[in-house]
């Protein structure tokens, strides 16, 4: 089957100094995009584009903060004009019983996860207009499917990304514009800023953790469809995962 050729498109991978943000840059620069890489990290993120070489560039942002966003996305149309893919990737979690949690906490969460992916995609709609395949993706997780004890804030950031999906949708659509949600399960990464280590690495091995370049595989098989077809949603897991 004839998928959409990547070679060329313009991609902004938010939350690329590591983990699934980093893997899905490596596999579009594979398949020929060129990619700017987002993260506050400056050495991760300098670092990956010299290794890639010309297809990428690295521009540091945190997407929390307007302003900074709006510089990204200047500079973004200034270098390329448009954009034909946005990965809102960039994302945090806190876990512990809800009655411990902070505000603060809630507040990084919400102001990433939630603030900073709208508006990366407020400031990414307009470069994407009139670009065939253009595609909006955001990681989100299973846990934006279902309550996970102990995760209730990152949840409802969660949820809100996919409520959030489920309306962008339905007004963008009529411009071509495809908006897809990628819902992982347990994966390798550095997530899980304030769980102890070892906690994270039993229960990753337990469940057979799936890997960052599984969640990016799902994130370029969605991107690559044909421009009519929209692959609304991916949830991936690990097969020993068999709940939440
Ligand atoms: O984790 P990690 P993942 N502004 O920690 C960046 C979701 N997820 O790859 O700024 C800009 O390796 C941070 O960069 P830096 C999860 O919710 C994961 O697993 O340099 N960037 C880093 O590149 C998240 O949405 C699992 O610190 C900011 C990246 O975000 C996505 O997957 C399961 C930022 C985080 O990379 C990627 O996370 C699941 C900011 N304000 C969903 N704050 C899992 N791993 O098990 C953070 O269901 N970043």
């Known amino acids: 089957m004839k998928m959409q050729d990547l070679v060329g498109k313009v991609a902004v991978i938010t939350g690329a100094s590591s983990g699934i943000g980093e893997a899905t840059a490596r596999l579009l620069v594979s398949e020929g995009a060129h990619v700017v890489l987002v993260a506050r990290r400056r050495e991760r993120i300098e670092a990956l584009a010299k290794e890639i070489g010309g297809q990428a560039s690295a521009v540091v942002a945190d997407v929390s903060d307007a302003s900074q966003v709006g ?20 994302g945090l979690g806190f876990s512990g019983a809800f009655v411990d949690s902070t ?12 603030i ?40 409802a950031t969660k949820y809100a990304v ?42 990753r091995q337990a469940l ?26 991916i949830l991936v897991r690990p097969v020993k995962q068999v709940s939440p």
């Open 71 to 90: 510089e990204l996305f200047a500079l973004v149309r200034k270098t390329f004009g448009g954009l034909d893919l946005l990965l809102n990737n960039a």
């Open 103 to 114: 505000p603060e906490e809630w507040h990084r969460m919400f102001d990433t996860n939630v």
């Open 116 to 155: 900073g992916l709208l508006s990366c995609t407020q400031a990414a709609i307009p470069l994407m207009k009139g670009r065939p395949g253009a595609m909006i993706a955001s990681i989100s997780s299973t846990d934006g499917r279902y309550g996970v004890e102990g995760w209730s804030v990152y949840c």
């Open 162 to 203: 996919v409520g959030f999906h489920e309306t962008l949708r339905k007004e963008l659509g009529a411009d071509g514009i495809r908006v897809s949600v990628i819902e992982p399960g347990a994966v390798w990464t550095e997530f899980g800023h304030n769980v102890p280590e070892q906690a994270l690495r039993e229960r």
């Open 208 to 233: 057979d953790a799936l890997h960052a370049e599984d969640v990016a595989q799902a994130v370029v098989y969605a991107f690559a469809q044909p421009p009519r077809v929209l692959v609304q949603e």
